[in-house]
């Protein structure tokens, strides 16, 4: 069976829609790998972000990945010093190139900052104002209803998990795990099947000992690739589309010369899957931690 890896591309920040994005669409384009595109469609309040000082592990991951380099001074004013821009509003022509070239779209939240930081705090109320918000915005650009989303941070819980089911959504990529599953988080199982994340992110990797070189990160994510199960990658407009798009562009190019590589949309993976659903197992969503990254996430059970 090839080698078979998706690529989910979260959208987080305003800067990242209007220069990561399109830039994604070119390298993809020549290195033929559809991708999905979750956009982050309301306010970039990004600055506001300063509060997760407070989270274990927070520092050493600013130390190693250059968060001012990264995504600019101008984008961690955003919400704060200088007012929070509506990327929904300000970047809808370019979120119709992503359209336009064939790429699957789909929903990463309204409110960046106010998803990953607070979801976890907020009542179904709250969390349903929130995605309807962007589902109304994402309709109102593209002309038609959102069928996946990826929560910021995955940041994911019982509450945002009703929210989709009501929704009804194809799939959702909210985790990080390794293989599909449909969740169950206190005991209820949810309708909207999960394809998690496999494979880690740039920032979890950068400025780490064991890999001193952009070779290196290249090296490792070739050895990570399966054939047991998708490999699901998720990179960002901010990242791999700006300050390491050099470093994709060389991992892309030798997944395809060196692995044989073929590139699938997450929404052909998931019909697939769909049309078995029998087979698809029903795995505890818990709350945990992954190296690399500050605080607690929604994590695959065992």
């Avoid at 010369?257 to 899957?273: K, S, T």
Wanted: net charge neutral.
């Amino acid at each position: 069976m090839a080698l078979r890896v998706a690529l989910k591309v979260d959208v987080d920040t305003d800067r990242g829609t209007r220069e990561g994005v399109p830039a994604m669409l070119d390298d993809c384009r020549e290195f033929g790998a559809p991708a999905c595109f979750l956009f982050s469609l309301g306010p970039d309040q990004t600055g506001r972000a300063i509060t997760r000082i407070f989270r274990p592990g927070f520092f050493r991951k600013v130390s190693r990945t250059s968060v001012v380099q990264i995504y600019g001074v101008r984008t961690l004013l955003n919400g704060t010093l200088l007012p929070a821009p509506h990327i929904g509003r300000r970047n809808a022509d370019t979120l119709r190139l992503v359209q336009k070239a064939g790429h699957e779209l789909g929903i990463h939240c309204n409110n960046h900052y106010r998803w990953q930081d607070y979801v976890q705090r907020m009542s179904i109320d709250e969390i349903r104002d929130e995605f309807d918000a962007a589902r109304t915005e994402f309709q109102r650009i593209f002309g038609f209803a959102a069928h996946t989303a990826g929560a910021p941070g995955w940041q994911s819980n019982a509450l945002s998990r009703q929210v989709y089911d009501e929704a009804a959504l194809l799939y959702s990529s909210d985790t990080r795990g390794s293989t599909p599953f449909f969740p169950r988080i206190g005991g209820r199982v949810f309708e909207t099947l999960e394809i998690p994340s496999t494979l880690p992110t740039f920032d979890e990797l950068m400025g780490r000992p064991e890999y001193p070189d952009d070779d290196s990160i290249a090296d490792h994510y070739l050895s990570l690739l399966r054939e047991d199960r998708p490999n699901v990658w998720t990179i960002h407009a901010e990242l791999e589309g700006m300050g390491k798009r050099e470093l994709f562009r060389t991992i892309l190019r030798r997944m395809k010369e060196e692995r044989g590589v073929v590139f699938i949309r997450l929404d052909a993976l998931a019909q697939e899957l769909l049309a078995h659903r029998n087979r698809i197992p029903v795995l505890d969503q818990v709350q945990g931690e992954i190296d690399g990254r500050s605080g607690k996430l929604a994590l695959q059970g065992n």
